[in-house]
């Protein structure tokens, strides 16, 4: 195998996916509880004990709330940014602190994490490609605006977990107070449905077998609204093979299938 993905859960309840080649397995965010993160392992024919490593993409309690513990408990290592580290106000052993910076690539066991700027209110927040064994992967969640950058890294992805977080027409007439509603249409806050289907329509290579839509809003999206507009602007990409790319949904209750390259 060359490299697979599984996303344990996606959503403002609580992110994480699992990365594996077969031999090291690795924790994306771990923003379910530590019990709630162990009980979705085992869906996955896991147990805890089988995790090698968790690397952080920002402090949000919904992508870092069961590090304390469940790292503390595997004795794991953690790969995060100092920043991002200061901000969740968590302390963890020196020995398993795995210092990162935004823009170096950085190796655990042969899995190649390449991490980038991401813009979103929070301390030096960051997507990632994964690459193994010539397979490369992007998840990229939590960002306000798809930049020049993150486009480019998603160039030749075999698989792209992408935010597609809100239907804007659904956030705007939504229950979200204004200032909360100003926050996740910022530049800085959440990627609407209409910024994904303007990146597939525009700067899609079409070279990924699965976009994973993922960290759907509960109040201000539906997944049929984002999978229509993803799907309407792939559509129009039929000459750059897109024909070849499915759509999938990342659900925040439920454990995705498991999608292998
Ligand atoms: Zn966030
Ligand atoms: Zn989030």
Not at 6 to 26: E, F, M
Not at 77 to 88: C, E, K, W, Y
Not at 137 to 164: M, P, Q, W
Request: charged share 25%; hydrophobic share 40%.
């Amino acid at each position: 195998m060359g490299l697979s993905i599984t996303i344990l859960g996606s959503g403002s309840s609580g992110n994480a996916a699992l990365v594996s080649d077969g031999a090291t397995r690795i924790l994306v965010d771990i923003g379910l509880s530590g019990r709630e993160t162990a009980r979705r392992l085992r869906e996955c024919g896991l147990s805890p004990q089988q995790i090698s490593a968790i690397v952080l993409s920002h402090e949000h309690g919904d992508h870092s709330r069961g590090l304390g513990p469940f790292a503390r408990d595997l004795e794991i290592p953690v790969f995060v940014t100092d920043q991002a580290l200061q901000a969740s106000g968590l302390t963890l052993d020196p020995g398993r602190r795995q210092r990162i910076d935004s823009s170096v690539p950085f190796d655990i066991n042969g899995i190649l994490f390449t991490p980038f700027a991401v813009p979103h209110d929070a301390r030096d927040p960051i997507g990632f490609t994964i690459e193994r064994n010539g397979i490369k992967a992007a998840i990229v969640v939590d960002l306000g605006c798809l930049t020049n950058l993150v486009a480019e890294r998603l160039r030749a992805c075999d698989c792209i977990v992408l935010e597609s977080n809100h239907d804007l027409r659904m956030l705007q007439v939504g229950p979200y107070p204004w200032a909360l509603k100003q926050r996740v249409m910022s530049r800085l806050g959440h990627l609407s449905n209409d910024s994904v289907a303007r990146y597939l329509a525009n700067e899609f290579d079409g070279r990924a077998r699965h976009v994973i839509l993922a960290h759907l809003s509960k109040k201000n999206n539906l997944p049929e609204l984002a999978l229509e507009s993803a799907r309407r602007a792939l559509e129009g990409r039929s000459a750059l093979r897109s024909n070849q790319t499915r759509l999938e949904l990342a659900k925040p209750d439920e454990v995705s299938r498991t999608y292998s390259y």
